[in-house]
């Protein structure tokens, strides 16, 4: 089982280029699919960014494409989510979510094929 927090959301303007960190907790962090995802007010929660256990394979919600990069370094038990040129319609809180599967080396964009999530932490963009 692993424990999971968000950290760096708060007010930020429009195109700034703030970063959060998902730090996970535990010694098993690398077999962990670790995804983030939004909620914006009154709108369900959406996929944002997923991140293969190793780093490796990458994908992104059409929204953010091209705005947002994923990483991950597991020898800090942390994914990362660079939020470059960000809009007012970011705000929303985020949330990193995990699952575990030693055998899985892809990424998956789903909320139920997450098991474990943060607290999550709020973003907002002021025009």
């Known amino acids: 089982q692993v424990q999971l927090v968000e950290s760096g959301g708060g007010l930020v303007q429009a195109g700034d280029s703030p970063r959060l960190s998902c730090a996970g907790s535990?010694?098993?962090?690398?077999?962990?699919?670790v995804g983030w995802f939004r909620q914006a007010p009154g709108k369900g929660r959406e996929f944002v960014a997923a991140?293969?256990?190793?780093?490796?394979?990458?994908d992104y919600a059409d929204s953010v494409k091209g705005r947002f990069t994923i990483s991950r370094d597991n020898a800090k038990n942390t994914v990362y989510l660079q939020m470059n040129s960000l809009k007012p319609e970011d705000t929303a809180v985020y949330y990193c979510?995990?699952?575990?599967?030693?055998?899985?080396?892809?990424?998956?964009?789903?909320?139920?094929?997450?098991?474990?999530w943060g607290q999550g932490t709020q973003v907002t963009v002021s025009s």
């Open positions: 991140v293969s256990r190793n780093g490796a394979v990458p």
């Open positions: 979510a995990g699952f575990q599967d030693p055998y899985y080396y892809g990424v998956r964009k789903k909320l139920e094929d997450y098991v474990y």
């Open positions: 535990g010694r098993t962090f690398s077999m962990y699919v």
